[in-house]
């Protein structure tokens, strides 16, 4: 009787631990980087934890864009320019940040910046992608080695289409309010950034793993 009682309460632990351990975060892509509202259903990404790092789930609608050149599964420097959805994960105290350009056709594109400079670039990672009909489903794991450290900033993007008819949306858009000649439809305006920190997903006693990519840059 005592055995199964203790038996018990463990498993409650465990499931309640587990349950703040787990937490998803989820965010729709709802305007287009000038904050006009999009006009099909927005471009999802949910984020989880991977055990050994950031599980990024996209889904949306599928644009039929062209294919890019590096076959499905593998890096591609020009990838920015197909039909993209991406995530920025920023220390902006020292501009350190790290971006993960997914493409629905399964290339992707892994960037790390340092003090706004390029450290590395197609680094590799675990990307799988299903497209069915008109919509698109991707599912990536970014290892923590890859985050800057004391991420505290974040923003989605979404691009697709070609020439006039490429559309660039964000989830944290430019407020109309700041919109002046000049700025660039695909760039990243930090100042936009909305709060973010990887212990929302994994607690707040979750350490990030020391990384070899960020030392001496952070
Ligand atoms: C842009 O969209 C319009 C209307 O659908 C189409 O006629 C035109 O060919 C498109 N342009 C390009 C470059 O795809």
New binding site residues.
């Given amino acids: 009787m005592a055995v199964t009682f203790q038996l018990l309460a463990l498993v409650h632990i465990l499931l309640c631990c587990g349950a703040l351990h787990f937490r998803k975060m989820e965010f729709a892509i709802q305007h287009t980087w000038d904050s006009n509202p999009v006009d099909h259903e927005p471009i999802r990404l949910a984020y989880s934890d991977g055990r050994s790092g950031l599980k990024i789930e996209v889904s949306g609608p599928f644009f039929k864009g062209f294919h890019p050149p590096a076959e499905p599964g593998l890096p591609d420097l020009s990838l920015r320019i197909y039909e993209v959805a991406s995530s920025v994960f920023l220390d902006s105290t020292k501009n350190n940040y790290l971006e993960v350009v997914l493409c629905p056709y399964g290339q992707h594109l892994i960037v790390l910046k340092a003090a706004g400079y390029p450290l590395y670039q197609l680094l590799p990672i675990e990307f799988t992608t299903t497209i069915t009909g008109d919509t698109w489903q991707g599912q990536a794991l970014i290892p923590w080695t890859y985050f800057p450290p004391n991420v505290n900033k974040m923003n989605c993007y979404a691009s697709h289409?070609?020439?006039?008819?490429r559309t660039h949306e964000a989830l944290y858009p430019v407020p109309k309010e700041d919109l002046v000649e000049g700025l660039y439809p695909d760039a990243i305006y930090q100042e936009y950034f909305q709060n973010f920190r990887l212990q929302s997903i994994m607690g707040e006693d979750w350490v990030q793993p020391e990384s070899d990519l960020w030392r001496g840059k952070a």
């Avoid at 289409?161 to 008819?165: D, S, W």
Wanted: glycine share 20%.
């Fill in positions: 289409g070609i020439r006039e008819n």
